[in-house]
């Protein structure tokens, strides 16, 4: 009796922990590199375990903002025992002030590696449009 008595307090310091763990990697932005080309700007976010369909890429005011809810799969034969991973994951990333850039031609693609590439080119004249990007899947 002890024993179950200390397993289950166990499974409920882990759980906590594991609950606790997600809401900071949730309020935690995610990880961004902004790169610039020529032609381009290119946004790398840290996206692991993202599909296509959990991710909303929206670009405004000079700032491309990414939104990821992925979907924790439940599998067969398996209880959850410790729920680490934050479910939603934001970030962002903000162009140098006065950029130009034609958001309607942006471009999102999800890696195999676990990243979300937002590629938005530069643009010959301001067009001051606010534009969304489709996320797509590549392999």
């Known amino acids: 009796m002890i024993r179950e008595v200390g397993e289950s307090i166990g499974r409920v310091v882990l759980d906590g ?3 606790a763990a997600g809401r900071v990697q949730e309020r935690r932005p995610l990880s961004t590199d ?7 700007y ?9 599909r296509a369909g959990d991710v909303d890429v ?4 000079d700032t491309v903002i ?7 799969e439940l599998r067969e034969g398996y209880d959850i025992r410790f729920p680490g991973r934050g479910l ?7 162009l140098p002030a006065g950029t130009d850039v034609d958001a309607d031609d ?5 890696t195999d590696e676990g990243t979300l590439e937002v590629l938005i080119p530069k ?3 301001e067009t001051g449009d606010e534009g969304d990007a489709d996320a797509s899947e590549s392999g």
């Not at 946004?43 to 692991?48: L, Q």
């Not at 939603?88 to 903000?94: D, F, H, M």
């Not at 942006?106 to 999800?110: G, H, N, R, V």
């Open 17 to 19: 922990i594991g609950r």
């Open 34 to 40: 902004l790169l610039e080309g020529d032609d381009a």
């Open 42 to 50: 290119l946004a790398v976010f840290d996206a692991p375990g993202a």
């Open 58 to 61: 929206r670009f405004d005011d």
């Open 66 to 72: 990414v939104r990821v809810d992925r979907f924790r």
């Open 88 to 94: 939603s994951l934001s970030g962002s990333a903000t």
């Open 106 to 110: 942006a471009e999102a693609t999800l």
């Open 123 to 125: 643009a010959d004249v």
